[in-house]
């Protein structure tokens, strides 16, 4: 059986890798190639995907970086922790680089006799059973898959890579300043990813944005700043999954803010679930169809909603200390960290999803 996969970003390739386990025949259509020089770019993935991956897709522990502790702040207490996750025998998630996992994926799609690259963008679906499509840019989106739920944030995410000197460095910081949430994700011991989300729409220098990594920086001294990245956020769910036998998937199903790091998380439950489907259609000796599709956003699409608006209620959350003068967070984060139960139920959230 054959099937297409139309994108050659994270999503994509993890997908396709997964598909050919079945000894499917997939066809990956891509015109844009991804910039594997750019190493600012990181992501965060969870225990239980990093477990998935492992055992399933592709050992990627080599290129994992631990981290062991998670430190919440804010501005008006920068001193004083609001909220801490620690596991000190495991790691409670992992920071990799995206051109080294980018790297892992295309090289082993490229080994396989079941794997077909095609640069270009002229699919006709019904030459494959099944269409997985993680491109924005292709003609099919603009077709098929315009209506969505979006939320602009009228703000940026700035990204960048700090070198320091050599500590320990499994530790994670997420500040959320009076202008917007700023986190500190380690990727060795001397280097760390930064991540700031500005509340703002005017667009900031590397210079003054180096200035506000050294004003809130928790414990690192600083060797060099890298070149900073930056793009604006929004959060968006599709309202329909598929059209026939075209599915959705990746960014173009849910973007999330960045500040939990729960993007790729999400998309890897999704393939983990449609593995699933496929899996159990193929026991059965029963076709690949659009039923498929019918049942992935029959059991998906709630889940991803809840998910996505628990992600969303959180930088709001987070957020009100800039809007009013008050103690109110504090003392609710207070509560959360002296409950076990609770603080115990926020991790299973952000390792697993709703799917646990």
Known sequence: MKVCVIGNGLVSLTLANVLIQKDLFVDIYATKKNDLKDQSRTLGISKSNIDYFNNEILDIKEILWEIKNIKIYTEKNNKEELLKFNNKDNQIFSIIRNNKLHKLLFNKLKKSKFVRFKES??????????????????????????????????????????????IKNHTAYQNF??????????????????????????????????????????????????????????????????????LAFGDLLHKIHPLAGQGFN???????????????????????????????????????????????????????????????????????????VVKQFLQKFADSGIRY
């Open 266 to 340: 999400m998309s890897l439950r999704d393939i983990k679930f449609l593995s699933s489907l496929i899996d159990e259609r193929i026991n059965l000796g029963l076709d690949l169809d659009e039923s498929i599709c019918q049942e992935f956003q029959k059991n998906s699409q709630s889940k991803n909603f809840i998910f996505s608006s628990g992600i969303d209620w959180i930088y709001e959350f987070f957020n009100l200390e800039s809007k009013i003068n008050s103690d109110l967070l504090k003392k609710s984060i207070s509560v959360i960290g002296s409950n076990k």
């Open 121 to 166: 963008y002229d699919v006709d679906k019904s030459k494959y059973k099944l269409v997985f499509n993680s491109d924005p840019t292709h003609s099919i989106i603009k077709k098929f898959f315009s209506s969505k739920i979006e939320k602009k944030y009228d703000s940026s995410a700035y990204i960048t890579t700090i070198i320091h000197k050599k």
């Open 177 to 246: 300043t009076k202008i917007g949430p700023i986190a500190f994700l380690p990727i060795s011991n001397t280097e760390t990813s930064i991540v700031y989300s500005l509340n703002t729409s005017k667009k900031k220098s590397d210079l003054e944005m180096n200035d506000l990594v050294k004003k809130y920086n928790p414990i690192y001294s600083i060797k060099r700043i890298h070149v900073w990245r930056n793009f604006q956020l929004k959060s968006s769910s599709l309202r329909n999954y598929y059209k026939g036998n075209i």
